[in-house]
Every structure is written in C-alpha cells, then in structure tokens.
C-alpha cells in the first residue's frame, strides 16, 4: 500500500475506532487529525474552539490535513467537520484512498449521547444537530470519498473487513503467475 486511506464521517461515525483496527490489520500506521491537531495546540479541540473560535480551529486543521495526507502508507482518522474546506476535500480525495463511514443521525446519537467531549454536541437537541450536520456534510463526505461504507449495525470487526475488500477490489495487486 502506498496511498494513505483517509476516514471521513460524521462525529461519532466510528473513524478513530475502525481506523485503529484497519491500520493494525494493515500494518502501517494510525494517525488521528483531531490529537494531533491537539497536541500542536497544546490544549483540547473544545477548550480552542471556545476559546478562538471554529474559523481559527478550521485554519489549523486545514494545515494538519494538508501534511498529513502528504504521508504514505497510514490509515488517517479525520475529524468529522474537515470535509467543510475545499481544500480539505481536495487533498484527501487526490493523495488518500478516502472511505467515507457512513452513519446516520440517529446511529451517531446512540452511539454519542454520553460523551461531553464534542464540542458541536454541547446544544439542547443533540439528535437535531446531527441531523443537521449530517444534512450539511453527507454531500460533501461522498464528494471526498472514493468509498462510502454503511456502518450499520455490523461489528468493527466486519466493517474493517468491507474495507479492506473495497480496497482490494478497487486496486487489485499485480499477478505473480505468467
């Protein structure tokens, strides 16, 4: 594998987690935007987003994702509003494999109705805002992606398996034989 695959999804959609047990299964490395993005600015994703603003927080982002889709060979977690950039959506689509994990509101609210680590969650109607986020991005995460993966109900277990055919699939290996 030379090209990174990039995840992209809705907050909650399962990008971290899938994207660990992919980079294992394809043994090469696993990076995560939103903590690396954190560890450049020495505090969390939602302390600067308070604190700056979403446009400061977009700004270096988009720095992050920019070099990181220039490293080969790793499975890269986006963080779920990175496709809102054009930019963003170009680097992914032309240097990554881009699978866009695909789950809907309702999904991401069962899954996410206990964590108070997302900022865009902290509102009266969570559930609302996911559909909206979900009504504003769902456009733009297909436009990204060269794959798009239901995440459903099966296990990470089956997901990273659909990914990986997907990719097999999309880019068979050369042939040994004559």
């Known amino acids: ?3 990174s695959i990039a995840l992209v999804g809705l907050p909650g959609s399962g990008k971290s987690t ?3 047990h992919l980079s294992r299964r394809l043994l090469v490395s696993f990076v995560d935007s939103d903590h690396v993005i954190e560890h450049r600015l020495g505090s969390t994703i939602r302390e600067y987003f308070e604190r700056e603003g979403e446009e ?6 988009q720095a992050v994702i920019d070099e ?6 790793s499975v890269l977690s986006t963080g779920g509003g990175s496709v809102l950039r054009p930019a963003n ?4 689509h032309q240097r990554c494999r881009v699978v866009y994990l695909r789950s809907s509101p309702e ?7 206990h964590d108070r680590n997302r ?7 969570p559930l609302q805002r996911l559909k909206d986020l979900y009504a504003a991005r769902d456009s733009l995460y297909r436009e990204t992606a060269h794959f798009v993966i239901d995440t459903g109900r099966p296990s990470v ?3 990273v398996n659909m990914i990986v055919m997907q990719l097999e699939l999309a880019d068979p290996q050369p042939s040994t034989s004559p």
């Open 89 to 92: 959506r170009e680097h992914l």
């Open 119 to 125: 900022p865009l969650l902290q509102v009266a109607d």
């Open 56 to 61: 400061r927080f977009r700004d270096v982002e």
């Open 68 to 73: 990181l889709t220039q490293q080969p060979s």
């Open 107 to 113: 999904e991401v609210f069962r899954r996410l109705r």
């Open 18 to 20: 899938i994207g660990r």
């Open 157 to 159: 277990a089956t997901l």
């Open 1 to 3: 594998m030379h090209k």
